[in-house]
T-cell receptor
Framework: GQNIDQPTEMTATEGAIVQINCTYQ??????LFWYQQHAGEAPTFLSY????GLEEKGRFSSFLSRSKGYSYLLLKELQMKDSASYLC???????????FGKGNQVVVIP | NAGVTQTPKFQVLKTGQSMTLQCAQD?????MSWYRQDPGMGLRLIHY???????DQGEVPNGYNVSRSTTEDFPLRLLSAAPSQTSVYFC??????????????FGNGTRLTVT
């Protein structure tokens, strides 16, 4: 089975940097995904990590440590449109199921 | 290229009624899945399929049936609706897990209310 833990909410100022953490426990690991979900909309894919280290995509970066069961998503130069829920999801190696955490709500204020 | 298309967008059912939520994708994805999303619970996997003719249960399958007769379509059936099934339902698809960077692509969701 899988157990994924994320903090629930954080507030940050426009232009700032915010780090969203995700810890997980799984019997077999086959990749970690980050998604963004605006209120009332579908989740959209942000980043993917399967090996340890940092993946950078523009203003967003994601880090993975498989030995620690830990990932973070780093949002730089925050913009108002970044106000959303950020979902961490882990794929199980055995059955290929993708399990989601409950999401972290980020509120960006001027 | 429409991506993942879900219908209907909104639905109200009475307890005991049955209905089918439709999902179709045009990306030739082998993997398709259904999630429900409830406040404070996150996305929970209902059923999934790794190809035509193959389906399997997820975390919360009770009260739901699925079939996968074609690669494109993956309908979700509610057999006898209950108020506990009031939720937002998302269909999602991807290339086979294990291929490099195969993220799920989500439909726009179906908002279901059971009274």
């Amino acid at each position: 089975g899988q157990n994924i833990d994320q903090p629930t909410e954080m507030t940050a100022t426009e232009g700032a940097i915010v780090q969203i953490n995700c810890t997980y426990q799984t019997s077999g690991f086959n990749g970690l995904f980050w998604y963004q979900q605006h209120a009332g909309e579908a989740p959209t894919f942000l980043s993917y990590n399967v090996l340890d280290g940092l993946e950078e995509k523009g203003r967003f970066s994601s880090f993975l440590s498989r030995s620690k069961g830990y990932s973070y998503l780093l949002l730089k130069e925050l913009q108002m449109k970044d106000s959303a829920s950020y979902l961490c999801a882990v794929r199980d190696e055995g059955n290929n199921r993708l399990a989601f955490g409950k999401g972290n709500q980020v509120v960006v204020i001027p | 290229n429409a991506g993942v298309t879900q219908t209907p967008k909104f639905q109200v059912l009475k307890t005991g009624q049955s209905m089918t939520l439709q999902c179709a994708q045009d990306m030739n994805h082998e993997y398709m899945s259904w999630y429900r999303q409830d406040p404070g619970m996150g996305l929970r996997l209902i059923h999934y399929s790794v190809g035509a003719g193959i389906t399997d249960q997820g975390e919360v399958p009770n009260g739901y049936n699925v079939s996968r007769s074609t690669t494109e379509d993956f309908p979700l059936r509610l057999l006898s609706a209950a108020p506990s099934q009031t939720s937002v339902y998302f269909c999602a698809s991807s290339y086979m897990p294990g291929t490099v960077n195969s993220p799920l692509h989500f439909g726009n969701g179906t908002r279901l209310t059971v009274t």
